[in-house]
């Protein structure tokens, strides 16, 4: 059973580009939950998918963000118009049920803006 | 708003020490509380679940133990070994935003020296 998995790995982008960030969660796991590290702070939850449904987006920045968790294939993270403060790792976790705090993270999207 | 702080930062001890890694947090009300590993350009791997009633768990090595009242958490190695160099990072949740939107610190880097 693989585990969750993100690609790509590392992404460089320049400034005013946008990032895509995929993420394809454990079989059989429907929740999905994206996280972002910024250097050195701890990471901080952005948004909360089900199949096809965004649940809670409290942590995502109100612009260039979104993220779609399609009926179909993996779940997005899109970043319009990237700025250098948008450099992070961004980690994906997915769940196979709701609120049981047993989440399985990824490796993690490093993302570099230039 | 909920602030986890983890102390030290970092931690390097000769092997076979055992060792505590602290970390606390501002608003007691938590759901649960988790210890996670990350090794560098990894992903997170759960270590240890304390639900808000309990006062403990164990794994191995690995004791952690939860003061809600007093907003802090101890998580306890026994015996360390090289392998277990790594960030140790403590998250909570709420139970107004759920078990699994968790609220992290920013790590302790702990180093063991063979």
């Known amino acids: 059973n693989a585990g969750v998995m993100q690609n790509p790995r590392h992404l460089v982008r320049r400034r005013g580009q946008e990032a895509r960030l995929r993420c394809s969660p454990m079989k059989g796991h429907s929740h999905v939950y994206w996280y972002r590290q910024l250097p050195e702070e701890g990471l901080k939850f952005m948004v909360y998918?089900?199949?096809?449904?965004?649940?809670?987006e409290s942590g995502m920045p109100k612009e260039r963000f979104s993220a779609e968790f399609p009926k179909e294939g993996p779940s997005i993270l899109r970043i319009q118009q990237v700025v250098r403060g948008d450099s992070a790792a961004y980690f994906c976790a997915s769940s196979p049920r709701r609120n049981t705090g047993e989440l399985f993270f990824g490796e993690g999207s490093r993302l570099t803006v230039l | 708003k909920q602030e986890v702080t983890q102390i030290p930062a970092a931690l390097s001890v000769p092997e076979g020490e055992n060792l505590v890694l602290n970390c606390s947090f501002t608003?007691?009300?938590?759901?649960?509380l988790q210890w996670f590993r990350q090794d560098p350009g990894k992903g997170l791997t759960s270590l240890l679940l304390i639900q808000s009633s309990q006062r403990e768990q164990t794994s191995g090595r690995l004791n952690a133990s939860l003061d809600k009242s007093s907003g802090r958490s101890t998580l306890y190695i026994a015996a360390s070994q090289p392998g277990d160099s790594a960030t140790y990072l403590c998250?909570?949740?709420?139970?107004?935003?759920?078990?699994?939107?968790?609220?992290f610190g920013t790590g302790t880097r702990l180093t063991v020296i063979p």
């Open positions: 608003d007691s009300a938590i759901y649960n």
């Open positions: 998918l089900q199949k096809e449904n965004i649940i809670d």
């Open positions: 998250a909570v949740s709420m139970a107004q935003t759920g078990a699994n939107n968790l609220f």
